[in-house]
């Protein structure tokens, strides 16, 4: 992926991973809490040893002592982790005929590959679908428009746009029946109320100088939406769990154990 994050603040995964540590609503850490915490946990000093972090990280620019070399190999270590997490399958409701009818639907009427496609289902843009934010937000979030513009006023060369104002990421739909709630603030439970959402575009934002008019209302049944629900379903992971191994220092994929039905 390029950027990460609904607004893509993050331009790697080593990046993405320090955001949930030292944000004001998460773990709420600064660095010199987390470097503390890390120098006193006897078995996270072991593996600050240079030999045993080289081993799997590669040499580091700084000294290994400092806080800022000890983040780096935080961030490099969690990013690490989270490569092994890889999806093993698909549904075994694949071929059902609601599974079929879906797939239809999403390649033609609905044209959802138009936007969800590759091997994560996401083009990875940024767009303005018009879903009106949640109540409980004070303030309008811009999404990818303040993002490009702080960036750009640090020294990046950014294309900024009025089109950007509001705009998300494609999200990918891996597994996507299995991490609700939807849309940028969680707008949406379930993925039906996404696919309505779609078909009617009932309470969404009006279109102004910000919305590109990339989507328009599918219409569709009950039947239908019902056929593009399962099609999404179908993209669940069959295994609940897919560890890895180590083999002369290689990352392996094991075993996956299926998942209890």
Partial sequence: ?????????????????????????????????????????????????????????????HTVNTDQAIERTLAKSLASYLKTLVSCGTSREHFANDVSAGAELFRGKAACSN???????????????????MRNFEEPDSGRYAIVKELNENGAKLKLTQEMWGSFKTPPLRNVGRRPP???????????EVVRFYSEFENALPEDHHYTGLLKPLQLSPTEIRQLVAYLHSLNDAYYT?????????????????EDN
């Fill in 182 to 192: 939807y849309m940028h603030q969680g707008q949406f439970g379930t993925l039906e």
């Fill in 115 to 133: 936007c969800h496609f590759g091997q994560n289902f996401t083009d990875g843009q940024f767009h303005n679908i018009r879903v009106r934010p």
């Fill in 242 to 258: 897919c560890v890895t191994h180590v083999e002369g220092g290689t990352m392996l994929p094991s075993s996956c154990k299926l």
């Fill in 1 to 61: 992926q390029r950027w990460f994050f609904w607004d893509g603040r993050a331009s790697s995964l080593e990046t993405a991973v320090l955001h949930p540590l030292y944000g004001q609503n998460e773990l709420n850490l600064d660095r010199e809490t987390m470097v503390e915490r890390v120098r006193e946990n006897e078995k996270y000093r072991r593996l600050l040893v240079a030999g045993e972090r080289d081993k799997w990280l590669g040499k580091p620019e």
